[in-house]
């Protein structure tokens, strides 16, 4: 792998989110990987695609540098809470507004599927919750991995995902959240 990016889907840069994020990106350092950051709480963008896709937006300029990014990385790490099952409201829009036909996908005339614009990269979710996983597996059917990896990632182009869940978090221990930064820095360490 020669780069990686890692996005931020948290709000809040003081969240546990940014702290696993730093973690992955020592580890992909430590193994001499090019690692660089989209913090999307740091972006000044609008996330709502007002006109849907009936005319296009303007993509502020924090969107453009992002789109390269995107299709200069090799592999992409997502890290984001899931809240209320999905991916919080920054995320939805980010990806609202970068993940454009002609950009992320191309509409084939008389085809169902589009063509998969990100072809080549592969990608890492990482989805902190207070959800534990087999509840959220078994009753829930674990809707927020299936939107972003298989409705966002594959339908792009974008495989393998490989996703890590991580739960508890409310209430976590130290010892426990220090175990989730190690094994985030191990992934990073494995380029997983």
């Known amino acids: 792998m020669k780069?990686?990016?890692?996005?931020n889907g948290h709000p809040n840069p003081e969240s546990f989110n940014y702290a696993l994020s730093r973690a992955y990106a020592q580890g992909a350092l430590e193994s001499g990987i090019e690692v660089s950051f989209i913090n999307l709480a740091e972006l000044t963008f609008d996330p709502n695609l007002k006109y849907g896709y009936s005319q296009p937006t303007p993509l502020e300029p924090d969107l453009v540098d992002a789109?390269?990014?995107i299709k200069a990385a090799d592999h992409l790490v997502w890290f984001y809470?899931?809240?209320?099952?999905?991916t919080p409201a920054i995320l939805k829009g980010f990806i609202d507004r970068t993940f454009l036909p002609g950009i992320t996908y191309k509409t084939v005339p008389g085809k169902p599927l589009p063509q998969k614009l990100?072809?080549?990269?592969?990608?890492?979710?990482?989805?902190t919750a207070d959800t534990p996983s087999w509840y959220n597996w078994l009753f829930m059917g674990r809707p927020a991995i299936?939107?972003?990896?298989?409705?966002?990632?594959h339908f792009c182009g974008v495989r393998p995902v490989k996703v890590t869940y991580?739960?508890?978090?409310?209430g976590a221990s130290p010892e426990k959240l220090n175990g989730y930064l190690n094994k985030v820095k191990s992934l990073?360490?494995?380029l997983a």
Do not use: C
């Open 118 to 127: 990100l072809k080549g990269k592969t990608a890492r979710v990482v989805i």
């Open 81 to 86: 809470p899931m809240w209320w099952y999905g």
């Open 146 to 153: 299936h939107q972003f990896k298989r409705g966002v990632l």
């Open 188 to 190: 990073g360490r494995k």
């Open 67 to 69: 789109i390269e990014k």
């Open 3 to 7: 780069n990686i990016l890692v996005i």
């Open 166 to 170: 991580l739960a508890t978090i409310k």
